[in-house]
């Protein structure tokens, strides 16, 4: 009997595994369509790193969770890369995807992007709401 519920919870984990690799597939296919082109859009009007420009493209949420002051000094360090030319690489996340399931829908992507600074790698976490997608979270560093 216990082989039998062991062969059982196995067979039960490989086909949820099969039907999250599906699953996941899918929302790639998805959001490549709208959320990459949203992204180079995003960082085309982000990266003049004025505030009000990027407090228009962050969620609700990720605006109550900074301080003017966080957001002040990320401004100033995202301001050494300059303006953004173009994306590299872009990789759809999909661990981010899978759990989004569970809650809210989050697309996460990391890759690597062109500024007038240089090659800089982005990971971005973004929301969609009434049609657009507004970013819940992100991180630009200089690659080295």
């Keep these: 009997m216990h082989v039998q519920t062991l062969r059982i919870i196995v067979a039960a984990f490989?086909?949820?595994?099969?039907?999250?690799?599906?699953?996941?597939?899918?929302?790639?296919d998805y959001y490549s369509r709208s959320a990459?082109?949203?992204?180079?859009?995003?960082?085309?009007?982000?990266?003049?790193?004025?505030?009000?420009?990027?407090?228009?493209?962050l969620a609700p949420e990720t605006k109550q969770a900074i301080?003017?002051?966080?957001?002040?000094?990320?401004?100033t360090d995202y301001r050494q890369f300059g303006r953004f030319k173009s994306l590299q690489e872009l990789n759809f996340s999909r661990m981010a995807s899978a759990f989004s399931?569970?809650?809210?829908?989050?697309?996460?992507?990391?890759?690597?992007?062109?500024?007038?600074?240089?090659?800089?790698?982005?990971?971005?976490?973004l929301v969609e709401r009434g049609g657009f997608f507004l970013i819940y979270n992100f991180a630009l560093s200089k690659t080295t």
């Excluded at 086909?15 to 929302?27: H, N, Q, S, W």
């Excluded at 301080?67 to 401004?75: A, G, K, P, S």
């Design 14 to 28: 490989l086909t949820l595994a099969i039907m999250l690799f599906f699953y996941t597939g899918r929302e790639k």
């Design 36 to 57: 990459e082109p949203a992204i180079t859009q995003i960082l085309k009007e982000i990266s003049s790193w004025d505030k009000s420009l990027l407090l228009l493209h």
């Design 67 to 75: 301080t003017d002051e966080q957001l002040e000094n990320i401004l």
């Design 101 to 125: 399931l569970i809650g809210e829908k989050h697309i996460n992507y990391s890759g690597k992007a062109d500024f007038e600074g240089g090659e800089i790698s982005l990971n971005i976490t």
